[in-house]
């Protein structure tokens, strides 16, 4: 489990493409192999991922690897990884810690694209489009994890078609900390839909349908 509160951002150094699946190394800031143990799980770009090895690189940085299986290629935005992008690394939540963001659990739900971006002095205004089947778990004020970063949702809005678009307005420290900072019209980001949302939304829906099918 992941707090959505980035620790840092990562930059690919190596990509090995074997069967069926993708070694990736990931060069991070020296401290988040603290008490690192191979086999730990560590989200890349909110993907839970499991550390297969690390080492140390100079004084101040780290390499940590990471088995990417086709499935997981499939579904997020790690297929389109090459050397030099930028990862947003979250070391995943111990007991007693604070979480500042909201529960994520690694797991993307589906893939948004952006096809706006306005940037000011003080803040980024982000503009992405889903497919609408998501659009009944986003709603503007809710949670929603972007590239495995808690964001709170703008508004949210019904295309003519089979999408929605959703908005977020993102401040500097957070522009700073995360790879969102690097988005351009056009790229792709991991989302994964708020847990709880998704519970409580499937469930007011079964009942509905029990209650419909039993008249």
């Given amino acids: 489990m992941f707090t959505g509160i980035v620790q840092s951002t990562g930059q690919v150094k190596s990509i090995k493409v074997a069967n069926n699946f993708k070694q990736v190394e990931v060069l991070v800031p020296l ?41 997981t290629l499939r579904v997020t935005n790690l297929d389109s990884l090459v050397i030099g992008s930028l990862v947003n690394v979250e070391r995943s939540m111990k007991v007693g810690d604070e979480i500042g963001g909201h529960i994520v659990s690694g797991h993307i739900h589906t893939m948004a694209t952006l096809i706006e971006r306005v940037d000011t002095t003080d803040n980024c205004q982000l503009k992405f489009v889903i497919n609408s089947s998501w659009k009944k778990y986003i709603f503007a004020k809710g949670f929603i994890a972007v590239n495995g970063a808690s964001l709170t949702l703008g508004d949210v809005r019904t295309l003519g078609n089979d999408d929605c678009e959703f908005n977020l307005h993102l401040i500097p420290e957070t522009l700073e900390r995360t790879n969102l900072s690097v988005l351009k019209i056009g790229n792709k980001v991991n989302i994964e839909v708020d847990q709880q949302t998704m519970t409580i939304v499937d469930s007011i829906e079964r009942i509905m349908d029990e209650r419909l099918n039993s008249e």
């Fill in 31 to 71: 401290s988040l192999i603290d008490n690192l143990e191979t086999g730990a799980s560590v989200a890349n770009n909110g993907v839970c991922l499991t550390a297969v090895g690390f080492s140390k690189v100079g004084d101040k940085s780290a390499l940590i690897s990471f088995d990417v299986i086709d499935e």
